[in-house]
């Protein structure tokens, strides 16, 4: 079932449209490649709703917004909902500054999200930001571990179901959840940690994954999860002596060119609660 | 003769202003010192009348285009002009939108540009436009292919000769034209679509290419497309097990920093037409 | 003593914003995770206070200036001024353009800077529109070479004694002075020049050894030049045939993402004078 997500995205070549912060967005571009998807980025007010209408999902990440990407985000986020296309938040610091979590709530309030990820302090905020989640389980503000995991997928789900989005946790444990059910996926490296932009690249790829499986959409956020993690794991395999984060880089985009469905079904390690 | 063209870049070593996209920008800047060159970005409207002065060339690439950096083309453009310096457009997206397709019409009415690199579609878009070339065949707005190859090369130098700048229009097949000749190219690979911003990497060398030939700025032209094609396959012959498009993006950017005059000169397959 | 400075990074994991340019901002980012920091980039002036903030220092990078990111690193210095933070000035491009010249100047004479870091050419820039150093030596205005060392030290020296900024001039030598004490470094490799973002990533590098090390701030920050040199020598013997500066980047990076107090306390080349 998830192997056909990743190959869904190759068949249908979606083409995704990112307001995406300016550290990362030459890897998001790479891994959009990688996994069968296209990329546009444009973040003008006066461009967006163009751009947005002429591509099949808008991936929205506040990692370095301003006065100007700001607009954008909420005009192209409300073309995409008046066309029906998928669109995805990632809320990059939501919670370490007031114009982070107060954008990623305000969108929320106004844009119709089909996914939100984030991590679980991004994620936390935005739940207590947007008044939806405010009796939040405390053990859901701490990391995802075995210890907290019922109570963090509990959390998952009832957001998703309080918002109307898919919701994805990153994370040593990485949680997609609807409201009825939760995918708990333990694919990944510690290591992913130090490189830049791993959960950026995993946002625009979520995004295609989404638009190429519209009858599937639960599962195809779960898949490009795995797909991430599990390129983490192959990427680390190809490590070589004197190798690090740099390199760790490109081979995990690397792994996701040559990842298809057969590997990503047969590497994915998930539960669903 | 091509081979001579990259050795130029190599002695004169010319500073290029880059007016460019956030997604592609940093590859363009070390291809631009791969091959010889040296790069500059600025975007800022204030600024970029200074460096557009100490500097030879200026590449104009509207990939990300925002109202701020499109005050700025204009002012570095109708600076560059003044100067007598190269200045190359690359109309990312034209087509695509109504602020880049007005956009790049624009500069091409009020900026003398020595060149123009885009993809059939963004070159087309111009072409209708700006106007010049309102009955241009309908073959040309296909892909170039062995069969639409003559209507395409003659598409670009009619268009060449309305706009006087030399038009480069690349794909599977590349096309280097001037009012008079136009050089087929058929270096490259596929899978160098898989990577973002090979064709913006190709704009700022060529801009270099151009500012180091002032003599031969056809030929010039038509060694970048040769070049940027020749490392795509000399990298992609050094891909090793398990590699995809971000270390072929890496491969290709150090084809480059090993190419000389001779191995250009060999490797170039292009014919005139 | 400089190995425990990078041992101290590791240890304390210090935040850095980064007000930088779109550049070379990706590997800013990464090789302060490489190095056991954590990167947050904020360039926004309505968002910079909070997210400075939140970190142990600030790097501030005028390398693709624009009107909004001037305003941030005015309110993002003041504020970290204001909480005792390390700041760090990287004048890329002062003396290229009026602006560039002008607030790296502006900048010097509102916010108190912990260490400025630039080329010969832009220090001198400083220097002398700062209005410090009227009658700085004119042989340190040419490249530090042996012959002009003890020139340039003493320029270094005199300018952090008026400027109470700790002062490092990166090039083929490197100096890192007080008003006491100068470092003279030979570490590094000339094939460093074919890279982009070299002196950036320094830059971001340093503030993160600067924010370890409070205790030893002039040692921190010629640690973090020994390590960045160091680590270009590194990378270098691992250079493979046919590889170039692409790779060379990468492999620079992770030099460092392996460098222990040990390595660097070893690898380390450098006097006092």
Redo the contacts between chains.
């Keep these: 079932m998830l192997g056909t997500c990743i190959e869904n995205v190759r068949k249908t070549v979606p083409l995704v449209h990112n307001i995406t912060?300016?550290?990362?967005?030459?890897?998001v571009?790479?891994i959009l490649?990688?996994c069968g998807g296209s990329?546009?980025?444009?973040?003008?007010p006066?461009?967006v709703e163009?751009?947005t209408g002429?591509c099949g999902g808008l991936n929205i990440n506040i990692?370095?917004?301003?006065?100007?990407s700001i607009e954008a985000m909420y005009r192209a986020g409300r073309r995409a909902n008046a066309l029906g296309h998928v669109v995805l938040l990632d809320p990059v610091?939501a919670g370490?500054?007031?114009?982070?979590t107060d954008t990623a709530a305000g969108l929320m309030k106004e844009i119709r999200f089909t996914a939100v990820r984030g991590n679980i302090s991004e994620i936390r905020t935005l739940a207590l930001g947007s008044g939806t989640t405010k009796g939040v389980d405390a053990d859901a503000a701490d990391a995802v571990t075995e210890e907290t995991l019922d109570a963090a997928a509990g959390f998952a789900k009832q957001m998703a179901g309080n918002t109307g989005s898919l919701i994805a946790i990153t994370g040593a444990i990485d949680l997609v959840a609807d409201a009825e059910k939760c995918y708990v996926i333990r694919n990944g490296r510690p290591e992913m940690g130090?490189?830049?932009?791993t959960g950026c690249q995993l946002s625009g790829m979520m995004t295609a994954f989404l638009v190429a499986n519209p009858d599937a959409q639960l599962e195809a956020a779960a898949a490009a999860v795995c797909a991430m993690g599990l390129a983490g794991e192959?990427g680390w395999s190809?490590m070589q002596e004197?190798?690090?984060?740099?390199?760790y880089?490109?081979?995990?985009?690397?792994?996701?060119?040559?990842m298809d469905g057969e590997t990503l079904e047969k590497g994915a390690r998930y539960e669903l609660r």
């Design positions: 912060n300016y550290v990362t967005v030459n890897d571009a790479n490649l990688a990329p546009i980025m444009s973040d003008e006066e461009d163009d751009i002429i990692g370095t917004l301003n006065k100007s610091g370490a500054s007031a114009l982070r130090k490189i830049t932009g192959i190809r004197g190798e690090g984060n740099a390199t880089r490109n081979r995990i985009i690397d792994a996701i060119c040559h």
